[in-house]
């Protein structure tokens, strides 16, 4: 069995953050756990001291300044060691229980590259309309401009070998993570694969932090990416 890399970036999840990594802990492979923590001034990096980062298979990083999702999961990739990586939100929208089914077509060999989408099969809860929105219209860009074939393209878990996420370069800060990675995997010829997953949407106020210049943010950089190397 291929060993998992969990990557988890983290901002402010003081709530959250001891639920995710249970949930992440008790899922059945072998894995490591590599959270970045993006200056977080809420208790969670004090949590992360003195909780886990001692704790084997963890690995804990520290941001001096807030730098974004994107430079976490930068941070985060270069503390891998396993065969498939897998990104996890340090919220509770994503279910790590979904894990077994999203490494399974890279397990089969059937790609290299899985995103688990919010739109196959399962009728799962979305709050927010304009967010549904950005998400199609994403989604569409990301067809046309990179044929990937995929219904979500800003979903928040993305699998990938290493030798896969290796061949790219990242360069993203805050959430253009998602579209940088598509538009640069799918530039290198990797065909995505998605797989369904379960997703419970939570609100602004319960610390969702995303917001409409991400959206303005996440189209240019699937348009620039079209012409830029």
Not at 18 to 40: N, Q
Not at 97 to 105: A, C, G, H, R
Request: net charge positive; proline share 3%.
């Amino acid at each position: 069995m291929a060993k998992i890399s969990v990557v988890i970036p983290v901002f402010n999840e003081k709530k959250t953050i001891r639920e995710i990594v249970k949930r992440v802990s008790e899922v059945p492979l072998e894995k490591e756990i590599i959270i970045t923590d993006d200056f977080s001034k809420d208790g969670t990096r004090e949590i992360l001291k003195n909780e886990y980062e001692k704790r084997k298979g963890f690995k804990i990083f520290y941001h001096d300044k807030n730098r974004g999702k994107g430079a976490a999961i930068r941070t985060g990739l270069k503390g891998v060691t396993g065969d498939i990586i897998i990104i996890q939100d340090a919220d509770l929208e994503y279910n790590p229980q979904d894990y077994v089914k999203l490494i399974k077509p890279i397990m089969n060999k059937e790609t290299e590259v899985v995103y688990g989408s919010r739109f196959l099969g399962n009728k799962n809860k979305h709050i927010y309309n304009l967010n549904m929105l950005a998400v199609k219209i994403l989604t569409l860009m990301a067809n046309v401009l990179y044929n990937a074939r995929i219904t979500d393209e800003p979903t928040g878990y993305k699998v990938f070998t290493k030798k896969a996420i290796n061949s790219v370069t990242l360069t993203c800060n805050r959430f253009e993570f998602c579209p940088e990675v598509t538009a640069k995997i799918r530039k290198k010829g990797y065909k995505i694969k998605e797989v369904p997953i379960s997703y419970s949407a939570r609100s602004i106020k319960e610390g969702k932090k995303i917001g409409w210049k991400d959206g303005i943010q996440a189209i240019w950089t699937l348009l620039k990416y079209r012409i830029v190397q």
